[in-house]
């Protein structure tokens, strides 16, 4: 069974810029969470989408948004990136949303970084 | 402010030994507690889960929960070197999201 894909890997992009990040759910789960890991903030929930619609959302600015697909697969957008939005973003699905028993598993994480 | 704590570390235990980490929690109504481990540029991998209080083992790592003191910990027994990683505790919030700590880097010596 395949495991939550994400692309890029890598990604450099210039402050102002924007970028757009790709996830590939496990097959069956419905439930996309995205997270944003820094050395010094740790691993911070950005916002979960189940069944196409944005269910949860934590505190970040506007201009970190998503969307979620028919297929589950989701993606992250960053616009008007700054400095300080390098960092390691983590996709995680998960069967169930919202009630016990949530196992998530992330991907491989893209490495954003803004020069 | 719903807060995970964790003792960032490190923590260095010689090879063989009991590895314990501790994590607790502001968010008295939390139900759902998860322990994941991640290597140096690596993603966070799951390795247990708990909702009831007391104790769960599997294989080496049992973890422990007791929702009175709101208190988790994770015990790694026969501490390998390829345990070295950093542990990171979770804890499902009231919107099912994952509320991390920052976690304790474990340092397992040969």
């Known amino acids: 069974k395949a495991g939550v894909t994400q692309t890029p890997r890598y990604l450099i992009k210039t402050r102002g810029q924007q970028v757009t990040l790709s996830c590939s759910p496990i097959s069956g789960h419905r439930s996309v969470s995205w997270y944003q890991q820094t050395p010094g903030q740790g691993l911070q929930f950005l916002f979960e989408y189940f069944s196409e619609t944005q269910r949860n959302k934590g505190n970040f600015p506007g201009r970190f948004s998503g969307r979620q697909f028919s297929n589950s697969r989701s993606e992250m957008n960053v616009s008007t990136l700054e400095l300080g939005d390098s960092a390691l973003y983590l996709c995680?699905?998960?069967?169930?949303?919202?009630?016990?028993?949530?196992?998530?598993?992330f991907g491989q994480g893209t490495r954003l970084t803004v020069v | 402010q719903k807060e995970v704590e964790q003792n960032s570390g490190p923590l260095s235990v010689p090879e063989g030994a009991i590895a314990s980490l501790n994590c607790t929690y502001s968010?008295?109504?939390?139900?759902?507690f998860f322990w994941y481990r991640q290597y140096s540029g690596k993603s966070p991998e799951l390795i247990m889960f708990i909702y009831s209080n007391g104790d769960k083992e599997d294989g080496r790592f049992t973890a422990q929960l007791n929702k009175a003191s709101q208190y988790v910990s994770l015990l790694i027994r026969d501490s390998q070197p390829s345990d070295s990683a950093t542990y990171l505790c979770?804890?499902?919030?009231?919107?099912?999201?994952?509320?991390f700590g920052k976690g304790t880097k474990l340092s397992v010596k040969p």
């Open positions: 968010d008295r109504g939390s139900q759902s």
């Open positions: 979770a804890v499902e919030g009231s919107q099912g999201n994952l509320i």
């Open positions: 995680a699905s998960s069967l169930i949303n919202g009630v016990l028993n949530t196992e998530a598993f």
